[in-house]
């Protein structure tokens, strides 16, 4: 009974801000790598972010360094993806996902490094 579910996509102008959020069911996300990836159509998944289970280790993208940032709240049992100075081709469907792994994260934005998917929250950056 594993869930994840994303919320928090909308249509926004290019510079603005999106919050996107993964709420987790069935599970206490604190012992689990949560990453953020996106899938524009036509292209592949590519990972985007991820936040360790223990350390507060993080990873990002080069496309959105400097621009997303990943944290999460346990006590929400949630995950964030704060996006600022949004571009156009940030526009993809965006998918939290969650792994049980203990070691490797260095290997998180790779598709095969997680167990658990959600369905997507789609974002339009466009004027």
């Known amino acids: 009974q594993l869930q994840l579910v994303e919320s928090g996509g909308s249509l926004v102008q290019p510079g603005g801000s999106l919050r996107l959020s993964c709420a987790a069911s069935?599970?206490?996300?604190?012992?689990?790598?949560i990453g953020w990836f996106r899938q524009a159509p036509g292209k592949e998944r590519e990972g985007v972010s991820c936040i360790s289970s223990s350390n507060g280790s993080t990873y990002y993208a080069d496309s959105v360094k400097g621009r997303f940032t990943i944290s999460r709240d346990n006590a929400k049992n949630t995950v964030y993806l704060q996006m600022n100075s949004l571009k156009p081709e940030d526009t993809a469907v965006y998918y939290c996902a969650a792994s049980g792994r203990r070691s490797r994260f260095r290997l998180c934005a790779y598709d095969y490094y997680m167990d658990y998917w959600g369905k997507g929250t789609l974002v339009t950056v466009s004027s």
């Open positions: 069935g599970f206490t996300l604190d012992y689990y790598v």
